[in-house]
């Protein structure tokens, strides 16, 4: 499992589904920088974490600073700004486990499965950051909603976990049970377009049906 020392950055940690992952890791024993493009609003939104939760162990900074001093990287920036963060944080991840919970959403037609050229989102994070980085897909299809109140369950929503290394992938499967969810291992990095391409389908669920934060459940029984 992993180490409650492990250092979590989480990059884009102002908007929903990033303050809410900064929250429920801090709250579950990690250490949480929230990075931004300026550091005074990450460091703002450190400070509205502690304000929920005065006991735990959470700074803010920029995205390249926190980026360096973290172990586990985690980016949750809207599509449109992917790779303009990845640009200025490539030297800082090298070596790390990088994981992105990135959808390629295009507004306005953020109903429609739209993905990327590359095949998904997470596969042109690998690509651009290279073979040093362990690149992990994850949490994109989590209501942020739910995060930030604390009313993620396991019984609500399950994480699929893509990723090309299956020790990376136990990392942040062990992280996502660590903050009560339910986690996956689902194969390599390319898998990720199956998790990207159902959020879309979940926000027409959302709207068709009227549901508070409609996720997915893996049914059966695993076997060990």
Known sequence: MTDAKDKIAVLG????????????????????????R???KGETAAAEVLKAAPDVDVRGGDN???SAWADVIILTVPYAHQMSTLETIRDQVQGKIFVD?????????????QLPEGGSAAKQTQDFLGED?????????????HLRAGKQDEEDCDVLVCGNDPDARQVVVDLAEAIGLKAWHAGAIDNSAVAEGLTSILIFLNKKYKIDG????????ASG
Do not use: C, Y
């Open 133 to 145: 980085v362990r690149v992990v897909s994850a949490f994109q299809n989590i209501a942020a909603a």
């Open 214 to 221: 409609a996720g997915i459940r893996i049914t059966g029984h």
């Open 101 to 113: 919970s990135t959808v390629p959403l295009m507004p306005p037609k953020v109903m429609r499965v």
């Open 38 to 40: 300026k550091a005074e």
């Open 64 to 66: 390249v600073e926190a």
């Open 13 to 36: 940690g102002t908007g929903d589904l990033g303050w809410g992952l900064a929250l429920q890791l801090a709250k579950a024993g990690h250490p949480v920088m929230i990075g931004s």
